[in-house]
């Protein structure tokens, strides 16, 4: 069965300062990647997602993050942290023939100070 | 265009009452999926549907039932709620090979 870890429940950062948030999955096949963020209140956005072409994926609002299958991680990363990116960051996973369905890890609250 | 649209938004129950919360979407979209978001969990998979009249249990299905009687409708049933079904709901949306479409989620607190 395939399962998501996401290191660190809360991560605080100074804006402008790098943004790394962290993703590890287990899969027996290789699998669809994803990241989503949800602001409060609302539903979840897509980030970005890996679908085996690139492994270095951009995704909106000048975040990307990189597939390392022999780490098998998928972490997100932004350079410059801007205050409205505070929210909870999703990582999920999909594997191929499982009807698309994700399994979530358990999230990752990001604050951003001034 | 709406997207994937959740109603009701907010609704409080009580123990043992029944409710059916409702997905639309106007994408066309074969696949459905029913999550439920709680605090340091994550969303987890109650239900879901690959097309029209069709419908599968997901991670967490016990005390719910799902529909999917026309294609762009997938209900969710609580046939007798419990405290324990407190939470955010949250369906989804998508076409093969496409990342999923989510609604804003519905809050549902049982007393």
């Known amino acids: 069965a395939q399962s998501v870890t996401q290191l660190g429940s809360h991560v605080s950062v100074s804006e402008g300062a790098l943004v790394l948030l962290r993703c590890n999955y287990s899969s027996s096949v290789p699998p669809y990647l994803f990241w989503y963020v949800q602001y409060p209140n609302q539903g979840l956005q897509l980030l970005l997602k890996?679908?085996?072409?690139?492994?270095l994926v951009k995704g909106i609002n000048g975040f990307e993050a990189e597939f390392k299958k022999s780490e098998t991680s998928f972490h997100l990363t932004k350079p410059s942290a801007h205050m409205s990116d505070a929210a909870e960051y999703f990582c999920?996973?999909?594997?191929?023939?499982?009807?698309?369905?994700?399994?979530f890890g358990k999230g990752t609250l990001l604050t951003v100070n001034p | 265009n709406a997207g994937v649209t959740q109603t009701p938004k907010f609704r409080v129950l009580k123990t043992g009452q029944s409710m059916t919360l409702l997905c639309a979407q106007d994408?066309?979209?074969?696949?459905m999926y029913w999550y439920r978001q709680d605090p340091g969990m994550g969303l987890r998979l109650i239900h879901y549907?690959?097309?029209?009249?069709?419908?599968a249990k997901g991670e967490v299905p016990d005390g719910y039932n799902v529909s999917r009687l026309k294609k762009q409708n997938f209900l969710l049933g609580l046939e007798s709620a419990a405290p324990s079904q407190t939470s955010v709901y949250f369906c989804a949306s998508m076409d093969s090979n496409q990342p999923q479409h989510f609604g804003d989620g519905t809050r549902l607190s049982i007393l």
């Open positions: 994408m066309n979209h074969e696949y």
């Open positions: 999920a996973v999909s594997e191929a023939g499982s009807n698309y369905k994700l399994t």
């Open positions: 549907s690959v097309g029209e009249g069709t419908t």
């Open positions: 890996y679908t085996s072409a690139a492994t």
